[in-house]
């Protein structure tokens, strides 16, 4: 009686514990497989000492990395058996904690053994020797643990189903960032070099060709990281989000960066040797080496990654745009506040041994390089842009929102700033400095974000009333588009992805069969001849997607110009 009484168990018990499971044990897991790689690289790396004793005095050091290897070792090898054992069930390798932890061990191992190799070569170079051992070991034992985890990650039959794409966008990532910054570090002392030796400066330390090796290590293993995850691993035909964000982030964003930097402090040295002799032509080449390399690496990065982004979806082609517009506008807006700055010094009294026209040059370097490139990108005088709004992506609006919103932000702040410095002088006449002298700074940057707030509302005034209105009764876009077709799929691709800007997946139907659909009754299934077989593709999607309200959607484009379109549930 007591038992026909019990609750029966909730129907996603199970799944809970399931996730529960899951968790604990890959997260145990990768925290053992950290602890004996630990141990075991700290013993190989004593094992490699040459000339020196194993336990080298170090008597706790070496007691740590036994205990780290024998008793973690053992543990994360049983645990992993188990755990690899399981994998064949679809419910344990379609597990997201699977992917999680070979993700995250993929990627550290990878960091680490890099770091640790180039770190053991970068000694090499120097021609020191002492201490490369343990540098040599964490190469080497974290390299295992690296291939090991690749091997699981494109296992046919136990790979992880889910978060498969993090190890290579992961390590396109990390290949592109100590490729590029080793490439700017090889180049620079290169410059740094040829500088010196036309102004007849002495560098003083090491020779400067032992610093330009061991950045060019650093540039080859990073770019040869970022060709094997980027062609070989297939990172530049991934298309999901993941993938688009990092193109978008790393290699736009990040190299659209160093590239302005590059060329607007290039810019400012030549205007400096030009009208600002202040101080000695030695000092004044100083960051020649670093803005030249900046400017050459940056702007190729840059344009490689921009190319590849015009390829992708609507989203991805605007926000690479926006974010070089939001870079561009930054420095443009850096160089209005620096100029302002300045002016307001030439009309007040400076400090000793202070000079105007360097902040001055400064500005209109900064002004220079953004002002342009914010045009050229942003395109303000581009006629029907604000008809053409309601096929654009709703990034160009977040994106008006935003700038506006930081520039308030920013022009309250030094609106406070500016008043802080009045009532102070009001208040303690005794201080030095004149009003002008006190509030130059914080004015010019108000200027120049009032500015920028300004002509971004104005923007957004005038294109929110070109916003379509929603269909009736849809709550939410369609986000996601699961397209199957029977001949080439990329027209049907490239009109699904420009008119709803949603991820369009493409599914290949398997051997010649012609595909069933039963597609909408309408003119485009009427066969014969007549103008309705000639209407473009985008035309019969947007007319098939009209009354769709869900998130995902299956698109069948059969032969014969049938189409059918279903809504799939969340």
Not at 218 to 239: D, M, P, S, T, Y
Not at 257 to 273: E, K, N
Not at 391 to 413: D, H, M, N, Q
Request: positive net charge; hydrophobic residues 50%; glycine residues 12%.
């Amino acid at each position: 009686m007591t038992a026909a009484l019990a609750p029966a168990p909730g129907p996603g018990a199970g799944t809970v514990q399931r996730t529960v499971r899951h968790l604990v044990v890959y997260t145990l897991l990768f925290v053992l497989v950290c602890i004996a790689a630990s141990g075991a690289a700290a013993l190989v790396g004593r094992l490699f000492g040459i000339g020196s004793e194993f336990v080298a005095g170090d008597v706790a050091g070496l007691a740590q990395g036994f205990a780290f290897f024998l008793i973690g070792g053992p543990l994360a090898a049983v645990l992993w058996w188990s755990v690899w054992r399981r994998l064949a069930e679809p419910a344990e390798r379609s597990s997201l904690a699977w992917g999680l932890y070979v993700a995250a061990m993929y990627v550290v191992s990878m960091i680490i053994s890099t770091t640790s190799l180039l770190a053991t070569l970068s000694e090499l170079i120097a021609g020191r020797t002492a201490g490369w051992g343990m540098t040599i070991g964490g190469a080497l034992v974290w390299g295992t643990v690296w291939f090991g985890h690749r091997w699981m990650w494109r296992h046919a039959g136990k790979g992880p189903l889910r978060l498969a794409q993090v190890p290579t966008v992961a390590g396109t990532v990390y290949g592109l960032v100590i490729g590029t910054g080793g490439s700017v570090t090889a180049l620079a002392a290169l410059f740094d070099s040829a500088v010196d030796s036309l102004t007849g400066t002495t560098a003083v330390g090491k020779p400067w060709w032992v610093f330009a090796l061991q950045a060019l290590a650093w540039a080859v293993a990073g770019i040869l990281l970022w060709q094997w995850h980027w062609i070989h691993e297939g990172g530049k035909r991934l298309r999901s989000r993941l993938a688009d964000v990092a193109l978008v982030v790393a290699g736009v964003l990040g190299a659209s960066v160093l590239a302005v930097t590059g060329w607007g402090t290039l810019l400012f040295i030549i205007l400096r040797l030009a009208f600002d002799r202040s101080e000695p032509v030695g000092d004044l080449l100083e960051p020649l080496g670093f803005a030249v390399a900046a400017a050459a690496v940056g702007t190729v990065v840059w344009l490689y990654h921009s190319s590849v982004a015009t390829g992708r979806a609507e989203a991805t082609r605007e926000g690479a745009r926006l974010v070089v517009c939001g870079v561009a506008l930054a420095a443009a807006a850096t160089g209005i506040g620096v100029v302002v700055n300045s002016l307001l010094a030439l009309a007040g009294t400076t400090l000793a041994g202070t000079d105007p026209r360097t902040l001055l040059l400064g500005g209109i370097s900064a002004l220079v390089v953004g002002g342009p490139l914010w045009w050229r990108s942003w395109q303000p005088g581009k006629p029907g842009r604000a008809a053409a709004a309601p096929a654009e992506p709703a990034g160009r609006r977040v994106y008006l929102i935003t700038v506006f919103g930081v520039s308030a932000v920013v022009a309250l702040v030094t609106l406070l700033v500016i008043g802080y410095r009045v009532f102070e002088l009001l208040l303690d006449g005794t201080t030095p400095g004149s009003l002008v002298d006190r509030i130059r700074a914080p004015f010019g940057l108000l200027a120049a974000t009032g500015l920028v707030a300004g002509y971004h509302f104005s923007a957004w005034r005038h294109e929110r009333p070109a916003v379509p209105a929603r269909a009736p009764g849809r709550s939410r876009p369609i986000g996601h588009i699961v397209l199957v077709a029977a001949g080439d799929p990329e027209p049907w691709r490239r009109a699904a992805e420009e008119m709803t800007g949603a991820r369009v997946t493409v599914w290949t139907r398997a051997g010649s069969q012609q595909l069933p659909v039963a597609g909408r009754e309408g003119p485009e299934q009427a066969g014969g001849e007549g103008p309705e077989q000639e209407e473009s593709e985008a035309a019969r999607l947007e007319r098939a997607l009209v009354d769709i309200l869900a998130e995902r959607v299956l698109v069948i484009a059969g032969p014969d110009s049938r189409l059918e379109v279903i809504a799939l549930a969340d």
